[in-house]
Every structure is written in structure tokens, then in C-alpha cells.
């Protein structure tokens, strides 16, 4: 089916591409094109160039104002084929995951190996440096909501990935948080994007505040938080699919999710020294939303340091504080460290290599 909507895709852009060729040919038989090209046509003005920008000029003004062609094309192939591109894949009505979690990867075991290694080797540096870590590893979409599949196919390494985690990861005795488990399912997710919702990121945030309290103690800060209406969020997965913009029409209905601040009780005076952050949140996209670093400070009652970032995939925010940012670690007692499952077998980095020493 994806074939097919790419390729009715490719023959809707050549007739369009052959329209847009009749409007010009059209146009540069008017009068209007063929004077402005006659006064242009001088020997000086083909040689500098000025001939072509008014050829140019003309093309341009002889076409339909068709914005956001590509995005219509899209549309269609969600509404009429449910393709949702190279990148997404379509499930049930309203929902869409993310292709990278369904399928192979070119030499992921081996990849999956090698992340076990990274794994240890963090575990080394920061027992090293007398600091304790909590580890969240986030279970894919397409396995916690797999009833919203109907269908889309999901390869044995995406299966296998998890299980493969967890069986050979205990042998590292790191402190690990497993959220699946009481996990409310497809319930826990957006539809539209690939991160949990509010009500997944306040399970897991438990869970792993829950690890934190037992290895330092539940900190001494009151944080209150409070939530917004629901407000219509655009998923990530709606605008890699190319829907943000047809969705009125098109579909999918975007997630209604409210936003969740945090409200810290301070002492002291302002020209205080303040301490450095005793918790450091080290991860993925996932830990910057939903409110996941809200949920985690109130429950653990710590004002936790967020030095997550998007696309840091297995462990590349943490693997650059540990070599290039130390000092940020100066005065923390516990590192939280979360990333996505699907990462296990991606392709590895160039911060990764360079972690264990393998750059080239």
C-alpha cells in the first residue's frame, strides 16, 4: 500500500508539472511575455545573465499560485491511501508511530551489543566519580500500544529489542526503572506523536522518583504544579508525515493535551549562593515532555538540572556531559538517565565512538 500511494503520488506531481508546462507556454505567447522577452533578447544582456532572470520572471508569473503542494499530496495519500510517508506509518484512525521503531536495522544486534558496553562504561565513570544513577529506559509505542497497530507490521528486531534489553542489561547492576509493567497502554501515548502523553510521563516519573528517594533520600523542596486546559498539540509525527497544515481536512485530529508547569518553593535571599543541582536529568526528547521533569521534581522533591536533549538518541546528552561538560556534575549526587528503546540498535555515533574510544 505505501508503494502504491508513492507512486499515485509521483503520477499526481507529472501531470501537475505537465499542467504547470501548459501555463507557461500559454503565457509566453501573450503579447505581454513575448515583448518583455524581444526587448531582452539583446547579445550583452544572454551573456550577463539578464535574459535568463526575465525568462525566469516570465515562468514564474505564467504559473498558479500552488502553495504547499507537497503538503496536499500528503494529505491526500493520509485521507484517500493511509499513507503517512517514508518516515511514519499509519495505524488505527487517529493514530500514527514512528516507521524507526517497526522495522530492521542494518546491523542492530551488533549495535545492541556495543550499547551494552556503553552502558557499563558509564556506569564505571560515574561510580567513579561517587555518583549514583537511575536509568529509564522507554519502551517503544508500537509495543505499549501495539491494539492501535491494526495491522502495520512490526519486525522481529523490534520484538526482540526489549527483551534482549532487559535479559542481558541486569548483568550490569544498574539501578533501572521498568515502566511497562501497570503501563496504561495505548492510554499513556499521543496519538499524533511519538512521546508519551501527560498521564504516561506521570507514571513513569513516579517510578523513577520513587528509585531516586530510595538511593538519596527524598529532597528537602515543596514544588507545586498545576495543569492548563487541553490545548490542541500538533504531534511530531503529523508534521514528519506532512500533515500539520492539512489536518482540518485530511486527518488525523491532533492530541488535546494540557501543558504542566512547576512552582518551586525557594529560601533564602536573592544574592544567596545557590547550590549546584544535586539531581541531573540527562536524556531524550521524552524527558521534555509531557512534563515529565515537573512530575519527577514534585514526587522526588528535588529540583532537578534538565540537560536532556532531542535526538539524543542512546546516550548521547549524558555521554557529552561526561566528556566535554564534567563540571556540571561537580555537586550532584544522582543522574537520571532515560533514553528510548528503539536507539538500542541504531546506528552508532560519532559521540559514541568517541566515548569508547573508537573515533576515526
Not at 500500500?1 to 505537465?18: E, I, K, S, V, Y
Amino acid at each position: 500500500m505505501p508503494h502504491l500511494a508513492r507512486a499515485l503520488a509521483t503520477l499526481a506531481f507529472l501531470a501537475l508539472m505537465l499542467t504547470g508546462l501548459g501555463f507557461v507556454a500559454v503565457h509566453l505567447r501573450s503579447e505581454e511575455a513575448r515583448t518583455a522577452l524581444a526587448a531582452a533578447a539583446t547579445r550583452e544582456n544572454v551573456l550577463d545573465g539578464r535574459f535568463t532572470a526575465v525568462l525566469d520572471k516570465q515562468i514564474t508569473a505564467a504559473l498558479p499560485k500552488l502553495t504547499g503542494l507537497e503538503d496536499v499530496v500528503s494529505g491526500l495519500a493520509y485521507k484517500v491511501l493511509g499513507d503517512a510517508g517514508d518516515l511514519v506509518r499509519a495505524g488505527c484512525p487517529g493514530w500514527l508511530f514512528y516507521r524507526e521503531e517497526l522495522i530492521e536495522t542494518p546491523q542492530g544486534r551488533a549495535n545492541f551489543e556495543t550499547r551494552l558496553k556503553i552502558a557499563a562504561k558509564i556506569r564505571d565513570q560515574l561510580a567513579a566519580r561517587n555518583l549514583a544513577l537511575v536509568v529509564l529506559p522507554v519502551p517503544d509505542k508500537a509495543i505499549l500500544a501495539a491494539d492501535h497497530l491494526c495491522g502495520t507490521s512490526v519486525s522481529g528486531e523490534a520484538r526482540w529489542r526489549s527483551d534482549a534489553w532487559w535479559a542481558q542489561s541486569r548483568a550490569l547492576g544498574l539501578d533501572q526503572v521498568e515502566i511497562a509493567p501497570g503501563f496504561p497502554g495505548a492510554d499513556g501515548f499521543l496519538r499524533t506523536d511519538t512521546h508519551w502523553n501527560v498521564a504516561g510521563a506521570k507514571l513513569a516519573a513516579g517510578r523513577v522518583a520513587e528509585a531516586v528517594r530510595k538511593r538519596i533520600g527524598r529532597g528537602p523542596q515543596k514544588i507545586t504544579l498545576a495543569e492548563s486546559p487541553p490545548q490542541t498539540r500538533v504531534g511530531d509525527l503529523m508534521r514528519l508525515a506532512g500533515l500539520e497544515r492539512t489536518w482540518r481536512w485530511s486527518g488525523p485530529q491532533p492530541d488535546q493535551e494540557p501543558e504542566v508547569s512547576a512552582t518551586i518553593a525557594r529560601t533564602g535571599g536573592l544574592l544567596d549562593d545557590v547550590p549546584g543541582p544535586q539531581v541531573v536529568l540527562a536524556g531524550s526528547s521524552f524527558s521534555r515532555n509531557s512534563g515529565f521533569l515537573e512530575f519527577l521534581q514534585a514526587a522526588s522533591g528535588y529540583e532537578v538540572a534538565q540537560k536532556s536533549r532531542d535526538g539524543s538518541g542512546f546516550a548521547g546528552q549524558l555521554l557529552e556531559l561526561l566528556m566535554d561538560e564534567p563540571q556540571i556534575l561537580a555537586e550532584t549526587r544522582l543522574v537520571v538517565w532515560e533514553f528510548p528503546m528503539r536507539a538500542l540498535t541504531r546506528p552508532l555515533t560519532d559521540v559514541e565512538r568517541r566515548f569508547l574510544g573508537d573515533a576515526k
